[in-house]
């Protein structure tokens, strides 16, 4: 899978032209059950309409845990336990002008019964609705949008589309950050790696 110089950290070729000084960002992988990872459609910000994990800005002085279990309260009321850096990925939005660094931090549900049903929508400015998604469901809605993204490059018809996920057709597009986690580790299994850090064993 072809990466650009956005998704790609060992790049050297040029970026895309942002003026912007670059900000760090928190993405959570809540892991509930069965392989299934916490997604909520965006609304009222750049990526709207786009699907994307909890997450939010790092404040000054803040860790990285500290913004993850912050930013998932404030977005879905769920408390979260165990949380552990996965990875991280360059994210340059040329369109918006923004750059971040994501952070990607993993954790579970200090209450296993708030993986029975999705949680509350806290912020209805910003997210649409949240669902428990598999990660081979995730994982196919990027195989989908990375290809109609390929498409929509070579294509006249469709070439304005390829900048915005949202206007590709696709019924769950993904938000930049994550649609670049897949392009740096495409074979990725965040719920295995979690569980070699942390010893975690789902209850059955």
């Known amino acids: 899978m072809s990466t650009t110089p956005d998704s790609d950290p060992t ?24 392989n299934q990872v916490l997604l909520g459609e965006r609304k009222g910000s750049h990526g709207a309409g786009t699907w994307a994990l909890p997450g939010g800005h790092l404040e000054p002085g803040e860790t990285w845990a ?7 309260l404030e977005e879905t009321n769920l408390a979260v336990s165990g949380l552990r850096f996965l990875t991280a990925t360059n ?12 952070i990607y931090l993993g954790c579970t549900p200090t209450r296993r019964e708030d993986c029975r ?9 910003k997210c649409r609705e949240w669902r428990w998604v598999e990660w081979e469901e995730v994982t196919r809605w990027y195989r989908l949008q990375d290809e109609a993204e390929k498409l929509a490059a070579t294509d ?4 304005n589309s390829a900048g915005n996920p949202a206007r590709l057709g696709l019924e769950h597009p993904l938000f930049l950050p994550l649609m670049n986690l897949f392009r740096q580790q495409q074979y990725w299994l965040p719920l295995q790696e979690y569980q070699l850090l942390t010893g975690w064993e789902e209850d059955r």
């Open 11 to 34: 790049t050297t070729a040029a970026p895309p032209a942002v003026t912007t000084i670059p900000r760090v960002g928190i993405a959570v992988l809540i892991f509930g059950r069965a």
């Open 156 to 159: 006249f018809t469709a070439r």
């Open 117 to 125: 049903a999705p949680p509350p929508v806290m912020e209805p400015n």
């Open 91 to 102: 994210d340059v939005m040329a369109a918006e002008n923004k750059h971040y660094i994501t």
């Open 66 to 72: 500290a913004c993850a279990a912050r930013e998932v």
